[in-house]
């Protein structure tokens, strides 16, 4: 048989070899570290993002405690308040005079203007606001619910009296259809 010669290694040959295969295991290395570090990057990412959202979102939370009725919002309340001023103004006058047409169009306007403050005020002083425009937009729903609900019964005292201004406007009346004189209250 014929013996197989082979050209020995040279020591350069082995050692480029070993430095390849070095070569090698270092790379999987830093593949693995660049893989730890962008894991750690889009962890942090995530976190931060969930961060800023929840501070956002309280942020805007905060805002809200401060933001007024929109003018839509304002109409609506107003539209409220004056539509259950004109049933008050009615009820007070069946309750007073038994007769919801009493007086006659102006005495009823007169007496209507003081309901329909007295029903402002009620309504600001209930939400702590200056005027009601100033209602915070976050009280909206439960603003008009509450003017929804103003009644004859809602009224102050001195909102049901008759001011000097509408006694005279309804003794005017009275003497032009003549009925007795309603009397000033003590």
Do not use: C
């Not at 894991?39 to 929840?54: C, D, G, N, R, V």
């Amino acid at each position: 048989m014929k013996e197989i010669l082979t050209a020995p290694v040279k020591s350069e040959e082995k050692s480029s070899l070993s430095v390849l295969g070095n070569l090698v295991k270092a790379q999987a290395l830093q593949a693995e570290i660049n893989k730890m570090v962008y894991e750690s990057i889009a962890e942090s990412t995530e976190q931060a993002k969930q961060e800023l959202k929840e501070y956002t979102n309280q942020s805007i939370e905060e805002i809200k405690k401060f933001i007024p009725l929109t003018d839509g919002e304002a109409n609506r309340l107003k539209q409220a308040i004056t539509s259950r001023a004109a049933v008050t103004t009615k009820s007070w006058l069946k309750h007073k005079f038994n007769n919801p047409e009493y007086g006659g169009k102006e005495f009823f306007s007169k007496k209507y203007g003081h309901i329909v403050r007295a029903f402002y005020s009620l309504t600001k002083h209930h939400f702590g606001a200056i005027k009601y425009t100033a209602i915070l937009h976050s009280d909206f729903e439960e603003a008009l619910g509450f003017a929804n609900q103003l009644n004859y019964y809602s009224l102050p005292q001195n909102a049901k009296r008759i001011t000097e201004s509408q006694l005279a406007t309804l003794n005017s009346w009275e003497k032009i259809h003549k009925l007795p004189l309603t009397k000033p209250e003590d």
